[in-house]
């Protein structure tokens, strides 16, 4: 051991995170060593909130510290129109664009036979009682426009479209394999000016 036990000890945790290798791990330990007290404590405060604190939304499924979300508990927001996401990036990506003001639900995943995920694995079923329980008039299907993607919309498309909601698909004149997350502001707005109802 080359330093003291304390250091090493942050040095092997920092190293876990993912891209930060031992050099990276040991130049940060070092920061945090030498930085003001106020800022290790905060740095540290904020490592045990997020995963105290930090819940998925009851009702949308996204992430919160607040039961419901910001977003859910917001009553200027159109609770009639649903955008389906896979992920909490994805509904970040859509909320940085500005313009949606509607609500959203996270399925957390896509349906992929082949990596066996089914639909009881992803948050279809909680979706479903959604939309059952009234009131929604339109839902967005913004998944991926990948296979897996593709595979989710088409499924929640079948299942929901009997309720008696209109349906519709993001516009995919995106490239295959793209990204809500990575895509900009100017993109997501064409994607969702351009859908169609499925
Ligand atoms: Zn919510």
Redesign the pocket.
Same mark, same amino acid.
């Given at each position: 051991m080359v330093y003291p036990q304390s250091i090493e000890n942050l040095i092997r945790g920092l190293s876990k995170l993912p891209g930060i290798g031992e050099k990276s791990a040991t130049r940060l330990a070092f920061y945090v060593l030498n930085a003001p007290s106020e800022y290790a404590n905060a740095l540290a405060k904020c490592l045990v909130d997020v995963k105290e604190k930090v819940r998925y &939304?009851t009702?949308?499924?996204?992430l919160?510290d607040l039961a419901? &979300?910001r977003? &859910?508990a917001d009553g200027s927001r159109d609770g009639a129109v649903i955008c389906v996401v896979e992920g909490v990036k994805d509904l970040a990506a859509i909320e940085d664009m500005g313009g949606y003001r509607g609500?959203?639900h996270v399925l957390h995943g896509s349906l992929s036979p082949l990596k066996g995920v089914g639909p009881a694995d992803i948050r279809i079923g909680e979706l479903e009682s959604r939309v059952k329980g009234g009131g929604v008039k339109e839902i967005i299907l913004a998944t991926s426009p990948d296979m897996e993607g593709e595979a989710t919309a088409l499924y929640i498309t079948r299942l929901l479209k009997p309720e008696g909601v209109k349906m519709t698909r993001i516009a995919t004149g995106i490239p295959v394999g793209a990204e809500l997350e990575y895509m900009d502001g100017m993109t997501i707005g064409r994607a969702f000016e351009g859908r169609r109802e499925v």
């Open positions: &939304c009702e949308c499924f996204n919160s419901p &979300c977003i &859910c609500r959203y």
